[in-house]
T-cell receptor
């Protein structure tokens, strides 16, 4: 049973550039949530996608955008990179119709974004 | 502002002892509670979930929930050096048809000494 996968593992970018991070959810899952984790902090929610639409969004600027494809995989795009965007970006998958109140989320290995 | 608070530690326990990790949350409407383990440089791994008041046991792990006190805890019995990691408490409220997002604490770093 394939778990959550993310690519790339690492990204090194400079300020002002744009990046795209990718995620494939766990088999049987249809919902993808993205989180940003700064060093020494807990993950912070960016947004959640299911049925190819953004369903909920955290306190992140419009520079952060996403997409979900019919096969449930998802992308996170970050435009006009700032120094403060350096972090571990985590994708979590879950099954939307799981019996409430479960909705367990399982994380992928993450993409580490660093600044040159 | 919904918050989850954890003691950042480090919490140091000897091998074989019980490690006790605590978490409080601010949103009284929260319905679901999770403990994740995160090794250095790795992603969080779900180890326990709890939804009802009381205790839930899974192997060496016991999660405890007290909604009246807005308090969640994780006990690790017979602690092993391999349990050394950061433990993240996460909380999710009831968002109707949406799954809602997880709100995380900053994590407690646990060190188990041989």
């Amino acid at each position: 049973d394939a778990g959550v996968t993310q690519s790339p593992t690492h990204l090194i970018k400079t300020r002002g550039q744009q990046v795209t991070l990718r995620c494939s959810p766990k088999s049987g899952h249809d919902t993808v949530s993205w989180y940003q984790q700064a060093l020494g902090q807990g993950p912070q929610f960016i947004f959640q996608y299911y049925e190819e639409e953004e369903r909920q969004r955290g306190n992140f600027p419009d520079r952060f955008s996403g997409h979900q494809y019919p096969n449930y995989s998802s992308e996170l795009n970050v435009n006009a990179l700032l120094l403060g965007d350096s972090a571990l970006y985590l994708c979590a998958s879950s099954y939307r119709l799981a019996v409430k109140p479960t909705y367990e989320q399982y994380f992928g290995p993450g993409t580490r974004l660093t600044d040159t | 502002q919904k918050e989850v608070e954890q003691n950042s530690g480090p919490l140091s326990v000897p091998e074989g002892a019980i490690a006790s990790l605590n978490c409080t949350y601010s949103d009284r409407g929260s319905q679901s509670f999770f403990w994740y383990r995160q090794y250095s440089g790795k992603s969080p791994e779900l180890i326990m979930s709890i939804y009802s008041n009381g205790d839930k046991e899974d192997g060496r792990f016991t999660a405890q929930l007290n909604k009246a006190s807005q308090y969640v805890s994780l006990l690790i019995r017979d602690s092993q050096p391999s349990d050394s990691a950061t433990y993240l408490c996460a909380v999710r409220g009831d968002y109707g048809g949406s799954q809602g997002n997880l709100i995380f604490g900053k994590g407690t770093k646990l060190s188990v000494k041989p």
